[in-house]
């Protein structure tokens, strides 16, 4: 979450991720870029904060950030300004509902933002479409950790790019790992911004596989 709060140009850059939250200018940063326009600044208290009252103005912040996301539709039961400021880690709930929107805004069918089950369903029928025996039943599917429905998608989409004897047999950890660290890399070379890491996919991190595949699947829209 960190590498896609910094390359959307959070400042100063995010390096812990509640900490560098709690005055919740960060977070308001990343909501005008997800849908310009969307921040009031007038209403946003800036640095630098007093000792007497520093905090308020800064929970202050907060509340209006979480504000703002319940207004774009956000899910935030139970989250409030406090709940940010303090480091809770409620505040991933907030983040990570920022950065799936921002993601699935790059893929809109009819002007409607597509659902999981699309994405799914799209990128199952490319890789069928192109001939590859890769397949996955959803986010959580297992068979992810190999990385090769992911880079198997990326041939279809950008033919030519893929080595794929650079590829493992997946058949230890190190492997899947390579292999997840190429599948990324190739993906950024063909164009799409992947904020994931190697681990969220040998884990088989549904959220940030939705990305992965998300992200892709915006440069065969292009």
Known sequence: MRNWMNSLGATPRVKYIYEDLKDGLAILQLFDKIKPGCVNWSKVNKPPFKALGGKMKQIENCNYAIALGKEIGFVLVGIDGNNLHDGDKLTLALVWQMMRHYTLSLLTHDGKILKDNEIISWCNTKL?????????????????????????????????????????????????????????????????????????????????IMTVFACIMSVGFA
């Open 128 to 208: 069928e479409e192109g001939g590859k025996d890769s397949k996955f039943a959803g986010f959580k599917d297992p068979s992810l950790a190999n990385s090769r429905a992911i880079v198997d998608l990326i041939d279809v989409i950008s033919p030519g790019h893929i080595s794929y004897d650079l590829m493992t047999a997946a058949a230890n950890d190190d492997d899947k790992f390579l292999n997840a660290r190429y599948a990324i890399t190739m993906a950024r070379k063909i164009g799409a911004r992947i904020f994931a890491l190697p681990e969220d996919i040998t884990e088989v991190n549904p959220k940030m």
